[in-house]
């Protein structure tokens, strides 16, 4: 385990609803990254968050945004769901926002949107 | 644009043999490339990685090999095990804004035969 928490595991909402996802980063990792992982797919990155600013994002709509809070904690926030939406979100978390190549992976939380 | 991929959807071998999953990458800058192993219903699982000004590298039943000339990935898995059964991506760190992230291939699919 990587001591990376995530919640809710399952999430099961309506189109057009509004999602709020969960983070707890690995004691000590102050970045916190987000990914989708469509079914059948490499996870995509979505936008990672650093000293509780977003410093990067990728080719996500701004309906996707979120927050990270003084304990490193990070929330992923999706307005307006389309079924599209429907996926495994990842958080990963890292000691600083340059090492990608250290980052570790939470369980995910799998989002259905009907 | 940047892109990670993989040659092969599905490997399957038999138990004790050796495992050989490639990738294909195409953003030459990339510092390090990174192996992931991903079980049903959990998040990816680091494997290994390799930095750029390397070409091989080894772990424990595993060996990852770096091509620059050919821009091509491989992880091998010695005595393959019915644990390693799982799906496997390879991925390389880039950056957006200041954010260091992962670019994932699709992933294949390694089935391990008893």
């Known amino acids: 385990e990587t001591g990376v928490t995530q919640s809710p595991t399952h999430l099961i909402k309506t189109r057009g609803q509004q999602v709020t996802l969960r983070c707890s980063s690995q004691?000590?990792?102050?970045?916190v990254s987000w990914y989708q992982q469509a079914l059948g797919q490499g996870p995509q990155f979505i936008f990672q968050?650093?000293?509780?600013?977003?410093?990067g994002r990728g080719n996500f709509p701004p309906r996707f945004s979120g927050l990270q809070f003084p304990n490193y904690s990070s929330e992923l926030n999706v307005n307006a769901l389309e079924l599209d939406d429907s996926a495994l979100y990842l958080c990963?978390?890292?000691?600083?926002?340059?090492?990608?190549?250290?980052?570790?992976f939470g369980p995910g939380t799998r989002l259905t949107v009907l | 644009g940047e892109s990670v991929g993989l040659h092969l959807p599905t490997l399957s071998v038999q138990e004790g043999d050796n495992s050989i999953i490639n990738c294909a990458y195409s953003?030459?800058?990339?510092?390090?490339f990174i192996w992931y192993k991903q079980e049903s219903g959990k998040g990816p699982q680091f494997i290994i990685d390799i930095r750029s000004n390397m070409d091989k590298r080894q772990g424990q039943r595993v060996t990852v090999l770096l091509n620059k000339t050919v821009k091509h990935l491989s992880l091998q898995i010695a005595a393959t095990q019915p644990g390693d059964s799982a799906v496997y991506f390879c991925?390389?760190?880039?950056?957006?804004?200041?954010?260091?992230?992962?670019?994932f291939g699709t992933g294949t699919r390694l089935q391990v035969t008893l």
């Open positions: 004691s000590g990792h102050n970045t």
């Open positions: 991925a390389e760190t880039g950056f957006t804004g200041t954010a260091s992230k992962l670019t």
């Open positions: 953003n030459s800058a990339s510092d390090y």
């Open positions: 968050y650093y000293r509780e600013e977003e410093n």
């Open positions: 990963a978390s890292s000691q600083t926002s340059g090492r990608s190549h250290e980052q570790f």
